[in-house]
């Protein structure tokens, strides 16, 4: 999941990488506990105590290792992760985001899972997102948690203003506007970050890259005018002004303050969002889909996380590393996860009726099921924080959709080296 603009990873990473590995070499034959590490990317308020508690129960079921827990910061996760890998000390299990899999497996990084013990359940997972997580046909990550995004909305507002969740980007203009109109609160604040610009792309029926033509796509006619849409929104005031430094946060704090009665978000936001003041009552929070575009279709990507590990770990680490992804997986680990944080579940026996007796999780579980993945390439990370510098760009308005999506795709055929023999449209 994406919670902001990309940052470039700290020159810091050095001096974590230096002590990433909580594994020793000794532990095991001092008699002790193998000691492994842990560095879960997830939301250090809202998600991380989760997990921990889960590492307790963990170690008590398993006395002979211990788990070394370190959140890093998500958006400096991938960078570091390479960093300590090209050092030979990552740490043995990653919380990696679906779309760094592919990338950290080709650089072998991670380590294959199949028939090891952290994949002796995987057929009961959700079988897209086990394919997502395989280069080469070898499985190189297991499913901890999975997203998209939809349409989040204050209820109460809307009933105030006397409309419903709209079903297309045009319709959403209009209400917006009666929102703004009749109860003074604006519309919807739009994150100004790429990966959020996806529900607009794929409403018009386009798509970052085209695999099958090895074609790099972003900056066709669906591609402009899905970005046009955006621009334009924002410009005639249907969309707030965003911040271009920190846009996720002051979204999020405007939808919390009920400042602004729509964004478009995924389920990792929802336990924050009833924290503000507007969602006091839980009830008052709505989920829908994302409008559709102009192609009369809706569309919103597959997100998550997978937990992997690491391959220049010895036997014994390894061994016990999977263990634990293997514990983190499972349906009793994945059905505590989503009812105190609200994520969503990777396999389906974790669906239980304890989690889908949620309404905002049931919502986002039929969202889901209309979702689409990212494309199957390697370094879709460094795709997505070169889009997004261009995409900032062009909604500052210092310059064109057409420039921009056009730098965006030179950007990307020539520093993206899974792209380097894509055509650009």
Same mark, same amino acid.
Request: hydrophobic share 40%.
């Given at each position: ?116 013990p952290a994949a002796k359940e995987i057929g009961s997972f959700n079988q897209g997102l086990v394919e997502g997580a395989k280069v080469n046909g070898k499985l190189y990550g ?91 929104m924002i410009k005639s005031g249907v969309a707030v002004k965003p911040d271009y430094t920190d846009g996720y946060n002051n979204m999020q704090a405007a939808f919390k303050d ?118 199957? &390439?390697?370094?879709?990370? +460094?795709?997505? !924080? *070169?889009?997004? %510098?261009?995409? $900032?760009?062009? =909604? /500052?308005?210092?310059?064109? &959709?057409?420039?921009?999506? +056009?730098?965006? !795709? *030179?950007?990307? %055929?020539?520093? $993206?080296?899974? =792209? /380097? ?5």
């Open positions: 999941m994406r919670r902001g603009i990309a940052a470039t990873a700290l020159v810091a990473s050095l001096a974590l990488a230096a002590t990433a590995c909580g594994g020793d070499s000794g532990d095991k034959a001092s008699g002790g506990p193998v000691t492994i590490t842990w560095w879960d990317t997830s939301d250090a308020t809202n998600e991380a105590p989760t997990y921990k508690k889960l590492i307790e129960k963990f170690e008590a079921a398993n006395k002979d290792i211990k788990v070394k827990y370190q959140n890093v910061p998500f958006a400096e996760a991938e960078q570091k992760y390479k960093t300590a890998a090209q050092a030979g000390n990552a740490p043995e299990v990653l919380r990696a985001d679906v779309g760094w899999t592919a990338g950290l497996a080709e650089l072998q990084y991670l380590a294959p899972l199949d028939g090891t297991v499913p901890q948690v999975t997203d998209a995004l939809a349409l989040l909305y204050n209820k109460e507002v809307f009933a105030k203003a006397g409309v419903q969740p709209p079903k297309t980007w045009a319709e959403l203009s209009t209400a917006a506007k009666t929102i703004k109109d009749k109860t003074g609160v604006d519309g919807i604040y739009l994150n100004p970050d790429s990966y959020f610009a996806l529900p607009f792309l794929y409403g018009e029926g386009g798509m970052m890259v085209d695999t099958d033509n090895k074609k790099i796509t972003v900056n066709d006619a669906a591609g402009q005018k899905a970005v046009q849409t955006v621009v334009d009920g400042k602004v009665a729509m964004v478009v978000n995924g389920p990792w936001s929802t336990a924050d969002d009833l924290t503000g003041k507007a969602f006091k009552n839980k009830d008052n929070l709505g989920v829908a889909p994302v409008p559709g575009g102009s192609a009369g279709k809706a569309g919103t990507p597959t997100g998550g996380h997978n937990l992997a590990v690491y391959n220049g770990a010895d036997a014994a680490h390894k061994e016990a590393a999977q263990k634990f992804v293997a514990f983190m997986t499972s349906a009793e680990s994945q059905e505590f996860a989503a009812t105190e944080t609200g994520v969503l579940p990777t396999r389906d026996d974790a669906y239980t009726v304890k989690v889908v007796a949620d309404p905002i999780r049931a919502a986002f579980k039929n969202v889901l099921a209309d979702s689409t993945a990212r494309p199957a &390439v390697s370094g879709v990370s +460094d795709m997505f !924080a *070169e889009w997004t %510098k261009q995409y $900032v760009e062009i =909604l /500052k308005g210092n310059t064109t &959709v057409e420039k921009g999506l +056009d730098t965006t !795709a *030179e950007k990307w %055929k020539t520093n $993206v080296n899974s =792209l /380097k023999e894509y055509s650009v449209e």
